[in-house]
C-alpha cells in the first residue's frame, strides 16, 4: 500500500475506492459523480500504466507552430545591435517593422521586449508623467504646413556649421537637409524654393523668430516674408521663447544628431553634405514612425492628396515710414534685407516726406503738401530704383542743367 498511499488526483481516488473498498462501479460512479462508463475508462487505464497514467496531463500542445526559433532570436538581437550602432530607432516596434520588411515572422512586441531583456539589451528608464495638458498639433494633409529650422553640427577640426531644415508637418517627410557655414536669408529662400522644385507649393510654413525667417519685430518684412507674400502661402510664427510651437522640428534635430554622432566626424562640408544626403533617404524610407502608425515618412506623404496654397489674408502689405529726402535728391530704404537707393529729385532735396511701400512699388509723399513725389518699381536685384514719374522731357531739360 505505500505506493498509493497519497493520491493527488481525483482519478487515483476513484480508481482505489474501486480496487480496495469492495465497491462496484455503478457505486463509485454514484459517489463522486460520474458515469460507469468514466470509472471503466480509468480502470482500463489504471491495468495498462498504473496510477502514473492517471495523473493530469497537460493540456499544452506538443508543439507550436509559431514558436521563436533560435535563428530569429538572433535577428532580434542583431537588429537591436545594429540600429543602436546606426544612431536609429532600436525599440521593439522598430525592430518589428524591419522584421516584417525581410518577410520574417513578426512577433508580438511584448515578446520582442523580453528577448532584449532577458539579454541585457534594455536599459530601464524611468517612467515619464504624461503630459495630458498638451495638445498636440498635426497637420491633416500633406503640405499644409512645412516646418523649418537650423542647428548647430561640428566638422572634424573642431569649426562651426549649421544645418537647415524642411520638415513636412503631416508626414514628418524631411524635405531638405542640407548644411552651410551659416544661414541666411538667402540660403532660406533657396533651400525652400528647391523643396518647392520637388514637392510642390506648401498651404503654410511654421517657423521660429529668427531674422532670416521674420522681420515682424522691426515692423517689416524681409525677402523670405515678400516670397510667401507673393506666393500666397500663409506664414506661421512659434511664440518667443515657446520651441514646443516647432515640436516635430526640434525632435527631429535630437534624431539627426543621434546618427550623426554614430558617424565618422566629416572633414569638411562636401562630405558632412554627403552624410545629411544618406540620412534623409534613411530617415525618409527606412525608419518607421510611431507617430504614423509605424510608417515610413515617404509612405505617409505619398498617402494622401497634397494641400495648395490659397489666398492669403493679408494679400496687401504695406509699409509707411517717415524720411527725409537727403542734400543729393535720393532716399535709401532697406528691403529684404538688401539696401536700395531712391532717386526722388534734387529739387526735392531735404523735403520731410512719407515712403509707402507695398509689394510691387514705392511712392514718396511730401508730408507739407501731400504731393507724390516719385515711384519707382521695386526690382530686387537693382541698387538704384529710378523715380518713373519723370518723363523724358523733364529729364532731357535736367541734363541742360
Not at 469492495?22 to 458515469?35: C, I, K, N, Q
Request: aromatic residues 8%; glycine residues 6%; contains cysteine.
Amino acid at each position: 500500500m505505500s505506493e498509493i498511499s497519497r493520491p493527488n488526483s481525483k482519478s487515483q481516488v476513484i480508481v482505489l475506492s474501486l480496487l480496495h473498498e469492495d465497491l462496484t462501479p455503478t457505486e463509485v460512479a454514484a459517489r463522486f459523480g460520474v458515469s460507469r462508463r468514466y470509472v471503466h475508462y480509468l480502470l482500463v487505464r489504471y491495468r495498462q500504466g498504473g496510477l502514473e497514467s492517471l495523473e493530469p496531463g497537460s493540456r499544452r500542445p506538443k508543439s507550436n507552430p509559431r514558436a521563436l526559433t533560435k535563428d530569429l532570436r538572433d535577428e532580434i538581437i542583431r537588429l537591436r545591435t545594429h540600429l543602436l550602432a546606426q544612431g536609429l530607432d532600436a525599440g521593439a516596434a522598430s525592430i518589428a517593422w524591419h522584421l516584417g520588411e525581410g518577410k520574417l515572422h513578426t512577433p508580438a512586441l511584448s515578446t520582442i521586449w523580453r528577448i532584449l531583456k532577458a539579454e541585457g539589451l534594455i536599459t530601464p528608464q524611468p517612467k515619464k508623467r504624461p503630459k495630458a495638458y498638451m495638445t498636440r498639433f498635426e497637420a491633416v494633409q500633406p503640405n499644409e504646413t512645412w516646418q523649418s529650422d537650423f542647428t548647430h553640427w561640428r566638422l572634424k577640426d573642431g569649426s562651426d556649421v549649421e544645418i537647415i531644415n524642411w520638415l513636412d508637418d503631416h508626414s514628418r517627410l524631411l524635405l531638405s537637409c542640407t548644411v552651410f557655414k551659416a544661414i541666411t536669408g538667402k540660403i532660406v529662400i533657396d533651400t525652400f524654393n528647391e523643396a518647392r522644385s520637388q514637392y510642390g507649393t506648401p498651404f503654410s510654413t511654421l517657423t521660429d523668430n529668427g531674422n532670416v525667417y521674420t522681420a515682424r519685430f522691426v515692423k517689416g518684412k524681409n525677402g523670405f516674408e515678400y516670397l510667401l507674400s507673393e506666393l500666397e502661402i500663409i506664414q506661421k510664427n512659434g511664440s518667443p521663447a515657446h520651441p514646443q510651437t516647432q515640436g516635430k522640428i526640434e525632435r527631429f534635430h535630437q534624431t539627426l544628431k543621434k546618427w550623426l554622432s554614430e558617424q565618422e566626424a566629416a572633414k569638411d562640408l562636401k562630405e558632412l553634405q554627403r552624410q545629411l544626403d544618406e540620412f534623409r533617404t534613411i530617415y525618409n524610407t527606412q525608419r518607421p514612425h510611431k507617430a504614423l502608425e509605424m510608417r515610413t515618412p515617404q509612405s505617409s506623404y505619398e498617402a494622401t492628396v497634397k494641400a495648395t496654397p490659397k489666398e492669403a489674408k493679408d494679400k496687401e502689405h504695406y509699409r509707411v515710414r517717415h524720411d527725409n529726402v537727403d542734400q543729393f535728391g535720393k532716399i535709401s530704404l532697406r528691403r529684404a534685407g538688401k539696401m536700395h537707393h531712391l532717386g526722388v529729385g534734387i529739387e526735392n532735396q531735404f523735403k520731410k516726406v512719407y515712403i509707402v511701400v507695398d509689394h510691387y512699388k514705392v511712392s514718396v509723399v511730401e508730408k507739407k503738401t501731400g504731393e507724390v513725389l516719385s515711384k519707382h518699381v521695386i526690382e530686387p536685384t537693382r541698387t538704384y530704383w529710378t523715380n518713373f514719374l519723370v518723363d523724358d522731357e523733364t529729364k532731357r531739360s535736367r541734363k541742360l542743367k
